[in-house]
Nanobody, 127 residues
């Protein structure tokens, strides 16, 4: 059974940094995409960064350009989201999710078609 477990998140001041991670277990596919998504109160879920297992290609949403990066330690685990220069509007629940077979690239937008989701972690950005 595939499970995605999110670690990290928490609180930061504007301009600060956080680095949540996502660990997958029970995952056997070698061709997949892993994405990070966020959902702020009252807003639709949106993808912020994603990475492909095949060649490490990454994609990002314009809202996080130059501030958030996605990386992984090895071929599968874990996947990190380095969040720098955080803004108050970045306050949201952040999720990781995976798309077996990379049915859709980049894995941004609301995340339709992602196969597995981890439980979210709350990120609060305030002074």
């Amino acid at each position: 059974q595939v499970q995605l477990v999110v670690f990290g998140g928490g609180s930061a001041q504007p301009g600060g940094s956080l680095r949540p991670s996502c660990a997958a277990s029970g995952f056997t596919s070698d061709h997949y995409a892993m994405g990070w998504f966020c959902q702020a109160p009252g807003k639709e879920r949106e993808g912020v960064r994603c990475i492909s297992s095949s060649d490490g290609s990454t994609a990002y949403a314009d809202s996080v350009k130059g501030r958030f990066t996605i990386s992984r330690d090895n071929a599968k685990n874990p996947v990190y989201l380095q969040m720098n220069s955080l803004k108050p509007e970045g306050t949201a629940v952040y999720y990781c999710a995976t798309d077996r077979g990379v049915k859709r690239w980049p894995c941004l937008g609301p995340g339709y078609g992602m196969d597995y989701w981890g439980k979210g972690t709350l990120v609060t950005v305030s002074s």
